[in-house]
């Protein structure tokens, strides 16, 4: 609901201003304005300290036909055949939501196998909707949109979620556009509000500086796309049971045509998001070949090289590498942190990892925040040492 | 060949501080930018241009200032510029914006839409796909490549998550487009005269075929419900000792994770 300003309460002391994360509010003959900036983010509401900011309602707002949907719905997302991470993962916290609010959780396969549905089900869904036509085995945004926005309008569930990976990213935007409704991209947790039923839809925004809370209020369902390998996924189930049910597609058209698929993983692509062990390098590395004693040590880890923004912009190791807001999320079991700061922006990409250690000389640097475990030390000591005595354990 | 692009300006993130106390960005002397991606965007379309003829129109959707990032366009060689603003734009989530900007580029007429991937500031990635829905044409993200354009048919690669796909559209369709795809030019002496000189139209809300209840902050479904730091927990168990004992505890750590 739009914010307005009780001209007669305010006194024009501008503290209003100060807190407007938007610099939407200025003041202006001794009295605040509200600039086009407003975010309706209500943050000035508990500030004026004499109630003169005020949120109003619309006139003729839309009736509210939300009952009528229900239930959580993830998008399975599959590639080659192979449902990927991000769908065990979606039906993890999707599982979760569903719980809270009483309701199934389904999910929909586009293309791939009767066994991979089956595999859903084991993970955690209820309910899988496979469209099992071949020609979906490959992404192509104009049927994709097609058909779940068709699967959305005939189930009408309250909340569907993707993977906020190229795909999902790619064409669950048009779905909502055709539905009308709210899609918040990129979610690293995703909560309800009992009271309202609402999705709490939590999301960094301006380059990971700051978190934002998206809501949905007034539209259904509520759509996210959720960060891969934030989310934990639920323990395997062989035994678990539920409902399949395959659906034909008929009259799909498609303006773009997918001609090939090329898997370029060998060459361009590390393998971080699925390494169990990481150990990711810095600036305080001060040279590039820093990263060959971290090699060493990952090997001996059985695990695989990261590195900071930093480290990739000084050119010591590909862009590929890096972990963070602009560069991958990961989760690993183990992830060693080698003369890193622990700015947000690094600290939002391993934040979920199960134990973090990091190696750094300052004992200020906020690296130590996250970690586990930490030594305060000049890493050029500390991880020759390692090696020596984890290659003496080995023999 | 009309090509329109759309480009947001944003404040430059890489700026942008925390102010640790009251928890809100610091917004004073953070410069104002183009999106990086946008640059892009406007490259792709000069290069079209350049080869199949025609004419490049950029649009932003924006405060009155963001003019000057319409101004920076045509200092790189863009023919025309349009600014879409008004104050009942204002508060408009990636929904309400891509309704927005695609009732503009209809009134303008188009045979290619180009976006930037994302914007740095929200980092969604939402608009360029919502607006090809609204505008009932095809789609390719994330172009990382032109292969081959003609009047009615263009074949580009796709950047995936595992590689890359080949993908070929109809045209009329929207590209949206990642930093693989060229190198932007910097604005020419020419350039930046025309840019000076350039009349930029205004389009309001009386202006564009749009309903009222589809823009800015009511027509946008999500809202804003708060905004706060990032936190973090850890457990901050320094190490003690000198540097053997210290290896030697985190070797046992590692050991106890089966890690060794
Ligand atoms: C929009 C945006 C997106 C970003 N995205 C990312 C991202 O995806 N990933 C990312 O990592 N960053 C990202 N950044 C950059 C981020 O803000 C930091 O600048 C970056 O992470 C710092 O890298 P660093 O910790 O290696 O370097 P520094 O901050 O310079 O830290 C070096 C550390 O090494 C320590 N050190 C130095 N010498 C030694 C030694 N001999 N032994 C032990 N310790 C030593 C120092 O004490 C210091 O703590 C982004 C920034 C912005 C604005
Ligand atoms: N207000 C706007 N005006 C013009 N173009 C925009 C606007 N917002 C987003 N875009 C375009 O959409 C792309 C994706 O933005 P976003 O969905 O906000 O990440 C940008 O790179 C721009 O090309």
Redesign the pocket.
């Known amino acids: 609901m739009p914010i307005i300003i009780k001209i007669e309460k305010c006194t024009g002391c501008g503290q209003c201003t100060d807190s407007c994360p938007y610099s939407a509010i200025e003041i202006k003959k001794e009295k605040a304005f509200i600039t086009e900036f407003c975010n309706d983010c209500r943050l000035c509401l508990s500030i004026c300290p004499e109630g003169a900011i005020a949120e109003v309602a619309y006139r003729n707002e839309p009736p509210l036909l939300k009952d009528e949907y229900r239930g959580v719905l993830i998008f399975a997302e599959q590639r080659r055949g192979q449902v990927a991470s991000v769908s065990l993962e979606l039906l993890g916290v999707g599982r979760k939501l569903a719980n809270d609010l009483g309701v199934e959780l389904s999910a929909a396969l586009f293309g791939s196998s009767e066994k991979e549905a089956k595999e859903l089900i084991k993970w955690g869904a209820d309910r899988v909707y496979h469209v099992n036509d071949p020609s979906l085995d490959s992404f192509n945004d104009e049927p994709y949109s097609q058909i779940l926005y068709e699967l959305i309008t005939r189930y009408k569930p309250e909340i569907v979620l993707a993977g906020a990976t190229a795909i999902g990213r790619s064409f669950i ?1 048009r779905v909502a556009g055709r539905l009308k409704t709210g899609l918040t ?1 990129d979610c690293t947790s995703l909560e309800i509000d009992k009271e309202t039923r609402n999705l709490l839809q939590i999301r960094p925004a301006f380059g990971g500086n700051i978190m934002a809370t998206i809501v949905c209020p007034e539209h259904r369902p509520q759509m996210a796309t959720v960060r891969p390998r934030v989310m934990k996924r639920n323990i395997y189930d062989p035994k678990r049971e539920g409902e399949i049910i395959t659906i034909p597609i008929q009259n799909i058209k498609s303006r773009t045509r997918v001609l090939f698929s090329i898997n370029d993983s060998s060459e361009s692509f590390v393998n971080l998001q699925d390494a169990e062990v990481i150990v990711s390098g810095g600036r305080g590395l001060g040279n590039p070949e820093g990263f060959n004693m971290l090699r060493q040590l990952a090997q001996l880890l059985g695990g695989t090289v990261g590195a900071s923004r930093a480290a990739v912009d000084e050119g010591w190791i590909p862009y590929r590498h890096q972990v963070g807001q602009t560069g991958k999320t990961v989760c690993p079991k183990i992830y060693i942190a080698c003369g890193i700061s622990g700015a947000v922006q690094h600290l939002v990409g391993m934040q979920s990892s199960d134990i973090i250690i990091a190696i750094n000389k300052n004992p200020e640097a906020p690296i130590f925040n996250v970690s586990t475990y930490g030594i305060v030390g000049d890493l050029y000591e500390v991880i020759p040492l390692l090696i020596k005595k984890l290659k003496e354990a080995k023999q | 060949m009309k090509i329109v ?4 300006q944003v404040p430059d993130t890489s700026e942008i501080k925390i102010d640790p106390v009251t928890n809100t960005l610091i917004r004073e002397g953070v410069p104002s930018i183009i ?1 990086p ?2 640059l892009h ?1 406007i490259e792709a379309g000069l290069q079209i241009k350049e080869t199949k003829g025609g004419k490049v129109t950029v ?4 405060p009155p200032q ?1 003019e000057e990032a319409l101004r920076e366009a045509i200092s790189m060689g863009v023919d025309e510029a349009y600014l ?1 603003s008004d104050r009942a734009f204002a508060g ?1 989530d ?1 929904w309400a ?2 309704y927005t ?1 695609s009732k503009a580029i209809n009134k303008l007429g188009y045979d290619i839409v ?15 796909p ?2 090809a829905e609204f505008l009932d044409i095809p789609h390719i993200s994330y172009v990382k490549k032109i292969e081959e354009i003609e009047d009615s048919f263009i074949r580009v690669q796709r950047l995936m998550d595992d590689g890359y796909d080949v993908v070929e559209s109809t045209i009329p369709v929207l590209l ?1 487009v990642v930093k693989e795809l060229n190198i932007p030019r910097l604005p020419s002496l020419r350039g930046k005269m025309a840019a000076k000189k350039a009349s930029i139209p205004r389009l309001t809300k009386d202006d564009l075929d749009v309903k009222e209840e589809n823009i800015g902050l009511k027509g946008s479904p999500t809202k804003v419900k708060n905004i706060f730091a990032p936190q973090f927990k850890g457990e901050r168990k320094i190490l003690q000792g000198d540097l053997e004992e210290q290896v030697n505890e985190l070797i046992q750590i590692l050991k106890d994770l089966k890690c060794q």
Do not use: F, R, W
């Open positions: 935007p991209a | 692009i759309c480009i947001k999106n991606y946008d965007a649009i932003t959707m924006g963001a879409i408009s990636t914006t891509s900007l180009i976006c930037g991937k994302q914007a740095i500031d929200g980092d969604t990635a939402q608009v360029g919502e607006i949206t």
